[in-house]
């Protein structure tokens, strides 16, 4: 897909405290229009804390977030709704509603925030369970499908509205290895197809190196960003030894 420059997300100068804990400490960085960003690292870094932030669930202690130029959390809350409104979010569980069909499931966004009448969304609903290779499942109920398959109807939901910036927050968590690809192979269809940014947390290496196109590292000691780059130059190029444990897994203790 070709992409045009220019950054979607710039995040400036953001520090989080839990309490007297501070999080996340005086981070940069940018996120380009088409990119599909990776936010690695190991447990205890902030990368669920920075997504609640991207997405608008929790206020920075201090720094913006912007969004195609719109600062964030400088905005009124009329305005910070608009903007989420171009976000999809894929939830590490999928967060289904279980007495809701995938049709249901799918169609609530579209009801709440769209002008569609009910046809038109049964439609749209359709297609979009297709986009993620679940049509003619629209009648079946998330207890009734594997994980993998509501991680795809999560995914479905996320897209309803069609977003500028679809985020994800561990999407391979609780899959086995080939459902895990499938997503994967999955996300960069979707990312050609709707033409949307794409930001994904996750500390899983395949996942990273399969669909990463760029990347910051988070490290826990300095709860900042220790690297960033393209996943696989980070991994060839790195002389920084928590950069080299963390993307092969301490397999390798020089750099390459």
Known sequence: ?????????????????????SVIRNLNFNVNKGDIF????GS??????????????????KGEVIFSGENFWASDETKQQEI???????YQGGALWSSFSLAENIALPLQLYSRLNAW?????VKLKLALVGLAGYEDFYP???????????AL???IALDPEVIFFDEPSAGLDPISARMLDDLILELRDILGATIVVVTHELASIFAIGDNAILLDAESKSVIASGAP???????????VIQFLTRGERQGAG
């Open 232 to 242: 696989k130059t980070l991994l060839n190029q790195s002389k920084d030894s928590k």
């Open 120 to 124: 038109q969304i049964r439609d749209l």
């Open 84 to 90: 989420m409104r171009r976000f999809g979010v894929l």
């Open 1 to 21: 897909m070709e992409k045009s420059m220019g950054p979607v997300i710039e995040v400036r100068n953001l520090d989080l405290e839990y309490e007297d804990y």
């Open 44 to 61: 205890g870094c902030g990368k669920s804390t920075l997504l609640k932030v991207l997405i608008g669930l929790k206020k920075p202690d």
């Open 38 to 41: 990776i936010v690695m690292g």
């Open 143 to 153: 207890a009734e499908i594997s994980g993998g398959m509501c991680k795809r109807a």
């Open 156 to 158: 479905a939901r996320a």
